[in-house]
């Protein structure tokens, strides 16, 4: 699914660049659920953001599905992005003016799938995460644990072969929390390939393979 190799990273602003990817080689395979640890500033969000196609590395080699995406610029990682990916974040990152259905719909207006087929797919999706019966609800009317549940919903309409989640338990209490992991866990033995940022040590042992980063490069343990 996903293969790097001596992937680089460097911010450049403000008149001093920050290397924040010093040659990042990672290989996830189809189906694997991976957890990326390590230390505040060690490079995950930046590696996340690269693996997601929110942002270009600035050297080496990055192919997802097969397809060479270094070269792509920012129509073709927009491209990639709304068909490969799902996205989870530790904010849930929901509009709050749209309901929950409309919210795990989204991503399905920018692929142009009409309305009708828009709304059929938005509650399933939501009855597969058990909050149907929330769909008319606005987010700041729903827990975090039931937010989340609702970015779950939409990071999953477009079934992306890969889900890529940046904390997804870190603003969740440990009873909603366990509740995302097993879930996530449920995903992963449907074949869905998760990869998962996380500073919780009791959430990467339940990833099957653990990656930590170290000052912008891999230990792999
Ligand atoms: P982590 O997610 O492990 O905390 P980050 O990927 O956020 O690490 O950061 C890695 C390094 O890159 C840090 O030194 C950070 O300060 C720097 N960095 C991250 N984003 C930017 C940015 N947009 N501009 C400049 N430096 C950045």
Redesign the pocket.
Known sequence: MIVTRNLQKV?S?GGCA?E?LRGVSLEVADGDFVAIV???????????NVLGCLDAASGGYYALDGEDVTRLGSDGLARVRSRKIGFVFQNFNLLPRLTALENAALPLMYLGVPLRERRERAEQALRNVGLYHRRSHLPAEMSGGQQQRVAIARALITQPPLLLADEPTGNLDSASGGEILRFVESLHEGGTTIVL?THDEGVARRCRRRVE?RD?RIREL
Request: charge should be positive; charged fraction near 5%.
């Open positions: 911010y602003g920050v924040a390590g230390p505040s500033g060690s490079g995950k969000s930046t590696l996340m940022i980063m912008g």
